[in-house]
């Protein structure tokens, strides 16, 4: 059975840190294209940050320079440490794997909520 697990989330005041991590079961995140993303209420689903199998990561606009997605294949962890957040954040952050040979075949995560606010 995959599984992808978030956990990390809190509520932080503005300009705060929080770092949220994903761990795999049951796949080979190796094989996989991991992504970071979030959803705030009332607004769709967007992508923060991914990191593909072949070592390459990217950001969404409103979160470059602020946050920063990690992986590590042998722990089958994936990171997303945030840095000087800021109200717009709040979301709930999911974390998402895509395989590379077989795009049908991508998983979520169950959600962590993260709240910054003063």
């Known amino acids: 059975q995959v599984q992808l697990v978030e956990s990390g989330g809190g509520l932080v005041q503005p300009g705060g840190s929080l770092r949220l991590s994903c761990a795999a079961s049951g796949i080979d995140i190796s094989v996989y294209n991991m992504a970071w993303y979030r959803q705030a209420p009332g607004k769709q689903r967007e992508l923060v940050a991914t990191?593909?199998?072949?070592?390459?990561?990217d950001y969404a606009d409103s979160v470059k320079g602020r946050f920063t997605i990690s992986r590590d294949n042998a722990r089958r962890t994936v990171d997303l440490q945030m840095s000087s957040l800021k109200p717009e954040d709040t979301a709930v952050y999911y974390c998402?794997?895509?395989?590379?040979?077989?795009?049908?075949?991508?998983?979520w995560g169950q959600g962590t909520q993260v709240t910054v606010s003063s």
């Open positions: 998402y794997g895509q395989n590379i040979a077989w795009a049908q075949h991508t998983y």
């Open positions: 990191f593909t199998a072949v070592g390459t990561s």
